[in-house]
């Protein structure tokens, strides 16, 4: 959808340029940059590019063939990828476990929570023994991928129905200990409260914030639509990195429980504007990329 931008002047150049680090830190590591282009455009394309394709992607944003091939062999040697060769090109294609990974980060970063609370809290107490400090590391940040947050150091709490979710979590690790509750506390500004102490709301806030003035910064989706494909392209590599960031720390928290004038949900609104105005030309230079390098 369209989102309103303050930028009137934006209008008035038809072709506007967007410079790199228009919105996230410029200089993305090639292998983020190599994670995106698969996530985001090449799974639409059969999910597998050749090297050669690869290197002209990772020209778009200032990296060199030798960099890539370095970055494709390691990311290969680590179990990203599978190879198999066609004549003499080698043929890259993402591991059912890189996929995997990509589409749960792909759920946080475009799926947000927009159903009224149940106004239920689901718990989670755990119990490790110190020895087990890489198990109870693993759980946390398991926790805080599912949403969950701190309410002391071993009790955990969402307003999400997850707790099937970590309880297949868990279940690989039988030295942790979990129970998993829901429960209710007094309701309206005592779920508020929690929800404050869970998590560091202001922080996020102001982040959030910062991220809103950064895209409306941007020339408008009709102006985005026309970009020259490597520029759209990068810079919608660019949108999906700085966003990134925000579902792992954010719990996407429903309605009730946010402090008013929450810019959360104007950030996500402006950056999945910005993201679909730029499909259009970064898939169409992507397409081309890949049918000039078969």
């Known amino acids: 959808m369209d989102v309103p931008h303050t930028t009137p002047e934006a209008d008035d150049d038809p ?20 994670f995106d282009l698969f996530g985001d455009h090449l799974r639409y394309h059969g999910g597998a590019a050749r090297l050669q394709a690869l290197g002209e992607l990772l020209e778009a944003f200032g990296v060199g063939e030798s960099t890539t091939r370095v970055v494709l062999a390691r990311m290969r040697r680590e179990g990203w990828f599978e190879t198999r060769r066609e004549g003499r090109q080698t043929v890259y294609t993402l591991t059912d476990t890189s996929w995997r990974l990509l589409d749960e980060g792909r759920t946080r970063i475009f799926d947000r929570q927009r159903e009224p609370w149940d106004g239920q809290w689901r718990m989670v107490i755990y119990g490790a023994a110190e020895r087990d400090r890489t198990d109870r590391d693993r759980l946390r940040r398991t926790l805080t991928w599912l949403g969950f947050g701190p309410l002391a150091p071993a009790t955990w709490v969402s307003p999400h129905p997850r707790l099937e979710q970590v309880a297949r979590a868990v279940a690989a690790s039988p030295a942790t200990k979990v ?30 914030a910062d991220l809103v003035d950064r895209l409306l910064a941007l020339p408008p989706p009709s102006a985005l639509e026309e970009l020259p494909g490597p520029d759209a392209l990068r810079l919608r590599i660019e949108l999906v990195s700085a966003y990134r960031a925000f579902p792992f720390r954010d719990p996407d928290l429903p309605a009730e429980l946010l402090p008013e004038g929450w810019p959360g949900r104007r950030a996500h609104e402006l950056f999945v504007a910005a993201h679909d105005a730029l499909a259009g030309p970064a898939d169409g230079y992507v397409a081309e990329v890949l049918e000039r390098q078969t």
């Open 15 to 34: 072709h506007p340029t967007v410079a790199p680090g228009a919105v996230g830190p410029p200089g993305m590591k090639p292998r983020a940059i190599v």
């Open 179 to 208: 129970d998993l509750l829901t429960c209710r506390s007094g309701g309206g500004a005592a779920d508020r409260e929690m929800a404050a102490r869970c998590w560091d709301l202001n922080g996020l806030g102001r982040d959030y």
